[in-house]
Every structure is written in structure tokens, then in C-alpha cells.
């Protein structure tokens, strides 16, 4: 392919300082080598020549990892493999490790510590790129530092109106999490955002270990987009998407399953480093008030959550330069007064991303939602519009209203 000039520019930057693109995988044959082909395939594309795939195989029992490195030479109940590197990882472009402890996020802190390349992108293993997606985020990395996200449209979504989401809109109070959002703020420039889908993204190796990754002890699944990006945000860095790259997801099942209290776990352990016991406890109380549940289990992971994630907090609240309910300017009053949402009005407050898009692009979108926790004139406790009925809960909550 013929590349503008300014084009190549950005190539032979990205190929000084070299790509590692960090996949965490379990059991996620055969769409795994498909995109690992998909992304070397785009990355050929444009020049960038300096890449390699680290494939972090997160204990898997199918051919995930042993696809691209061994044969089987007898087959049964038990098989038997014999070490057989083939293409990718015959010439270095693929790199595996096996890692047994199950964690998706666990497995990018560990596979960038094998990463060779200054740059680091994270895929999941189930997604296919829009050509010219490796370059665009990486110039974009380059440009504006950072975390850089893609937008991500679902693989089965028509390629001429994929209708993407561009960011999450953050809520919290009861949980903390996101859910897709499609504000686009540029359609052709990079614009700040609050936090995104974590299938695909891209951050400079330094800044990663520096900065300390995902939290070290987060179990199997959930919670790392929440964090990473608002402790970016908290320590002086930023996120942001960019548009002229595009990720496909597929939206299916893994071939494996995860433990609903390890996302509990994941949201009390997010919520204990970014914003300390206020925060934990929301999440406490909530789940503390569902019926029927085994109130000493919940408990337990309470504490544990708060034990194993004070290391990461005495960091956080060591390097940060705002607190938490600053960053997502909880209870200040509504200064913009131009956005609107379905044609009606919607004052909110300007956010730090709101700010810079503002300065950048000369307007702004994004949305959070606190579930506030109250209590009315008769006592009753609520978050959100929820009511804190069990004992135990009301007992947590009454800490704060």
C-alpha cells in the first residue's frame, strides 16, 4: 500500500519503537488464531514491521495456545503433545506463556512484563480489526499518550453502518461498571472520554508499570475497564478514543464460565482503591441487601477485598492528583448548559474529559449516573431508587446517611 507521507512518518515511528500486541486467552480456539492473523495481517497492511503477539493462554484445556506450538502424536482420553512450532511461532512473531491463575486482566499485567516493544496493544482473542486500526491507534498513542480505545461494533454488524460504541457511560453507587455508549464527539479526531470497553486498547509500557496496571489481586473476570481508565484519569494521564480505527467484538459464549461473586469481589476491590470505604460500601450495602444471601460470604470478600487491594491503594492515593468523587465531579453543581439528550436539555457537570474535548474540539458528550445513597423524612435508607431492607445493610448504609 502507497502511504501518504505524513502516513509514513507515523509507520516508521511505530516500527523504532515496535508493537507488542498482549492477548489473553482461555479456551478460545479457533477464533484466537483468527485474531492473531487478523491483526499481523493489518499490521503488513501498512509497513509496521516491528510486532509481535505475546499469547498469555489463561489455563485453557483446548487448542488455544497448542494450535501454534505443539502436535498431537496420540489422541485419547489424555492426549499427548509433542512440541512442534510452526510459522508465526517458528520466526518470533508469536510468543506463548501458559499462565494457570484465572484472571483476564492478570494475564495483560504478567504479558507485558514479556512484551520486547515500547508500544502495547491489549485484544481480547475473539475480535477482527478494520484495516488500518493497528496504525491509527498506535499514531494516536504517539500523538496524545495516554490509554487509546478503538471504537467496537459487533462482529455480524453491517461494515458501512457498524454503528459502533464510541465510550461507556460511568455509573456508580451501587456498582461501578459502564454501559456502551454511541457519543461521538469528533467522527474524524481523537476526543477524551471517561472510560471504554477494554477489548482493545493501547498504552506505552512504561506508563503501564509505572502506573502499576490492573489491580493485582482482581479474580477471573470484570472490573478492569472501570479501573484502569479512572486511575489514569486520577494520576494526571487520560483515555481516549479514537475514530478512525474499528474493532469488531464477538459477542458469544468463551467455553467457559466465571463465578458471579468474583465480579462481587471485583467491583468491592475497584471501589475500595479508587475511593476508599465510602465507595466499598456502597457496593457492600448492596449486596448485603439482596435477600437470601449468605451474609458471612459477603463479608468475607469484603474484607479480602480491602486487605488485598490496599497496596494498590496506598499507591493510588500516594501519586493521584484528584479524588474520586472530583474526577466525576459527584454533587458539583451543573455548569454546561448546552448539551441536550433527545432533544430536551441536560445540564450536567463538566468532567476532566469534558474540559479537554471542550478546549480540543469545541464541544463535548459523555454521561455518569451516581445512584445516590439517601434517606427520606421517614428513615428509609435507598441507593439509587432501591430500598436498603435487610438489617445487616441498613447497619453499613447508616455509616454514611
Not at 470478600?301 to 499507591?315: P, V
Request: glycine residues 8%; hydrophobic residues 35%.
Amino acid at each position: 500500500m502507497k502511504l501518504t507521507q505524513e502516513e509514513q512518518k507515523a509507520v516508521d515511528k511505530i516500527n523504532k519503537q515496535g508493537v507488542s500486541i498482549v492477548i489473553g486467552a482461555r479456551n478460545e480456539f479457533p477464533q484466537v488464531i483468527m485474531t492473531i492473523t487478523s491483526l499481523l495481517e493489518d499490521c503488513h497492511l501498512w509497513g509496521i514491521t516491528n510486532v509481535e503477539c505475546v499469547l498469555m493462554d489463561n489455563g485453557s484445556t483446548d487448542e488455544t495456545s497448542r494450535f501454534l506450538a505443539w502436535k498431537a502424536i496420540e489422541k485419547g482420553a489424555w492426549w499427548k503433545y509433542q512440541y512442534s512450532p510452526r510459522g508465526l511461532v517458528h520466526t518470533g512473531k508469536v510468543k506463548i506463556f501458559y499462565d494457570p491463575v484465572m484472571s483476564n486482566v492478570g494475564t495483560r499485567n504478567k504479558g507485558v512484563l514479556k512484551a520486547k516493544y515500547d508500544n502495547i496493544i491489549f485484544a481480547d482473542a475473539h475480535i477482527i480489526v478494520r484495516p488500518g486500526t493497528v496504525k491509527s491507534i498506535l499514531t494516536t498513542l504517539n500523538d496524545f499518550g495516554g490509554i487509546i480505545h478503538t471504537p467496537v461494533a459487533w462482529m455480524g454488524a453491517d461494515g458501512s453502518d457498524p454503528k459502533p460504541g464510541y465510550q461507556y457511560s460511568y455509573k456508580v453507587g451501587e456498582k461501578i461498571w459502564g454501559t456502551w455508549g454511541k457519543s461521538c464527539v469528533h467522527p474524524t479526531k481523537p476526543f477524551y472520554i471517561s472510560l471504554c470497553g477494554h477489548c482493545f486498547l493501547a498504552v506505552k509500557k512504561k506508563q503501564f508499570l509505572e502506573y502499576r496496571g490492573y489491580p493485582l489481586a482482581q479474580r477471573v473476570y470484570g472490573g478492569g475497564e472501570p479501573y484502569l481508565d479512572t486511575k489514569w484519569w486520577m494520576v494526571g494521564s487520560t483515555s481516549m478514543c479514537d475514530p478512525n480505527s474499528l474493532v469488531y467484538h464477538l459477542s458469544a459464549g468463551r467455553g467457559y464460565s466465571f463465578m458471579q461473586d468474583d465480579l462481587i469481589f471485583n467491583m468491592l476491590l475497584v471501589s475500595y482503591v479508587l475511593g476508599g470505604e465510602k465507595w466499598i460500601d456502597r457496593i457492600y450495602t448492596t449486596y448485603t441487601n439482596k435477600r437470601g444471601v449468605y451474609l458471612p460470604w459477603i463479608k468475607q470478600m469484603y474484607e479480602e477485598a480491602k486487605a488485598q487491594g490496599q497496596e494498590d491503594k496506598d499507591w493510588l492515593d500516594k501519586n493521584k492528583i484528584m479524588e474520586f468523587e472530583e474526577l466525576l465531579a459527584l454533587g458539583k453543581p451543573d455548569d454546561c448548559t448546552k448539551c441536550t439528550k433527545r432533544g430536551r436539555p441536560d445540564p450536567h457537570a463538566m468532567r476532566p474529559w469534558d474540559t479537554k474535548n471542550e478546549k480540543l474540539h469545541g464541544n463535548h458528550r459523555s454521561f455518569v449516573a451516581e445512584f445516590k445513597l439517601t434517606r427520606d423524612k421517614d428513615g428509609k435508607i435507598f441507593i439509587g431508587r432501591t430500598p436498603i431492607i435487610v438489617p445487616e445493610a441498613i447497619k453499613i448504609a447508616s455509616k454514611w446517611v
